[in-house]
Every structure is written in C-alpha cells, then in structure tokens.
C-alpha cells in the first residue's frame, strides 16, 4: 500500500502561485512514478502532469509553461509548483502514485485549488 498526503492548496487570484506538496509513505519512493491530476465537478478527472522515476516529466498542453512537476526522493515528496494561474485551473487537484513494476495506482485524499478574484 501506499499512503499520499496532499497540502498546499487554497485561495489564490489570478496571475498568482501555488504550490502543491504530496508525501509519500508504504514504499520505496524510488519506484514510483508520481502525478497530479484535477476534477471539477461534473467532469472527469484529468491528466495534469507526472514525473516518473528516472526523473521525466510530461504535462497536460493546459498547464505547459506554467507548471513544474518536481520530486524530492530523499524527501519522499512531489511538489507542483503552479505560475499564472487561471480562473479554470480550479480543481480538486489529486496526487497519484504508480508502482512502476506492478502498474499499481494510488490517489491521495485531494485538495482545493480556486483560483478567483
């Protein structure tokens, strides 16, 4: 099993930042590959960005430019540095986890981003 625990979210106006940590916990940090994803209501979840673990990164074309995907391995943490954000980039934002060598998914609880003036 894998535990993931989200924080960062909130309240931000447009044009402003957040960032978005997730810890990780039951496994080897290592062999996992690590993304974000977010829902609306409504709609379903969608791809954001991930970071797999040699260390790629790919993002949603919604996101690129203004997005950075980041692991910490040490730390057993992902980060998702948000820039320049948008009224529609506000989502329950989800961390996920795959275990590389089962292509097992594990999602964290979520956590809330509105992005308003």
């Known amino acids: 099993q894998v535990q993931l625990v989200e924080s960062g979210g909130g309240l931000v106006q447009p044009g402003g930042s957040l960032r978005l940590s997730c810890a990780a916990s039951g496994t080897i940090f290592s062999g996992l590959s690590m993304g974000w994803y977010r829902q609306t209501p409504g709609k379903q979840r969608e791809f954001v960005a991930t970071?797999?673990?040699?260390?790629?990164?790919y993002y949603a074309d919604s996101v690129k430019g203004r997005f950075t995907i980041s692991r910490d391995n040490a730390e057993k943490t992902v980060y998702l540095q948000m820039n320049s954000l948008k009224p529609e980039d506000t989502a329950v934002y989800y961390c996920?986890?795959?275990?590389?060598?089962?292509?097992?998914?594990?999602w964290g609880q979520g956590t809330q981003v509105t992005v308003s003036s």
């Open positions: 996920s986890a795959r275990i590389v060598i089962t292509n097992v998914l594990f």
């Open positions: 970071v797999t673990n040699g260390g790629n990164t």
